[in-house]
């Protein structure tokens, strides 16, 4: 069974920054989508960023130039680099798998098949 556990969230205050890793166990697809998906208490699931297996990023306009995806193969690790923060990126955090490759519609519906347990981002203004 696949396996998302992240780490890395915690307080900051506006303008910091935070570095969110994602550990990926017993992922037997050959091809992937992985990003982050938040949520926030009282709203919708709303899809952050994503990377595909062949590198391709796509980031919601509300992370761009703040945020980026990268991944580690090596480490079969999953990361997203967080500056700038904003009281308004206050969520909980998930780290999310799948083997399609249609990241920009999976990030757009939150629509992946692999869920991580979620990391809470606090940003105090």
């Known amino acids: 069974q696949v396996q998302l556990v992240e780490s890395g969230g915690g307080s900051v205050q506006a303008g910091g920054s935070l570095t969110l890793s994602c550990t990926v166990a017993d992922y037997k697809h050959s091809t992937f989508c992985m990003g982050w998906i938040r949520q926030a208490p009282g709203l919708e699931r709303e899809g952050v960023a994503s990377?595909?297996?062949?590198?391709?990023?796509h980031y919601a306009e509300f992370v761009k130039g703040r945020f980026t995806v990268s991944q580690d193969n090596a480490k079969n690790t999953v990361n997203l680099q967080m500056n700038s923060l904003k009281p308004e990126d206050t969520a909980t955090y998930y780290c999310?798998?799948?083997?399609?490759?249609?990241?920009?519609?999976?990030?757009?519906?939150?629509?992946?098949?692999?869920w991580g347990q979620g990391t809470q981002v606090t940003v105090s203004s």
């Open positions: 990377i595909a297996s062949y590198g391709r990023t």
């Open positions: 999310v798998a799948d083997p399609r490759l249609a990241c920009e519609r999976l990030l757009r519906h939150a629509d992946f098949r692999y």
